[in-house]
């Protein structure tokens, strides 16, 4: 059985900045590609940011320079630092993490249950 658990969500005024956290465990071989997804209210679930297993990432364009991607391999731990926030930011921010829990299986991707963030003032 395999998690993952976001962390880090909540209100900030426009301008401000925080920090979401994903940590995946139980039965995990091998973790390939980590990444951030958002649902905003009305709209379609979309990609934020990516990295891989050694470090390359990727952005949408309308957080470049303003968020930042990371992870801890050795702790199964992918973060997103979030900086200059903007009320269209404001969406249900979910990690993702393609893996595979062992040698032999296929990679498959599984979801965190989301966590709220809010850019208001």
């Known amino acids: 059985q395999v998690q993952l658990v976001e962390s880090g969500g909540g209100l900030v005024q426009p301008g401000g900045s925080l920090r979401l956290s994903c940590a995946a465990s139980g039965s995990i071989f091998s973790i390939d590609v980590m990444g951030w997804y958002r649902q905003a209210p009305g709209k379609q679930r979309e990609l934020v940011a990516g990295?891989?297993?050694?470090?390359?990432?990727n952005y949408a364009d309308s957080v470049k320079g303003r968020f930042t991607i990371s992870r801890d391999n050795a702790k199964n731990t992918v973060y997103l630092q979030m900086n200059s926030l903007k009320p269209e930011d404001t969406a249900v921010y979910y990690c993702n993490a393609r893996l595979k829990i062992s040698l032999v299986t296929t990679p498959r991707t599984y979801w965190g249950q989301g966590t709220q963030v809010t850019v208001s003032s």
């Open positions: 990295i891989t297993g050694g470090g390359s990432t």
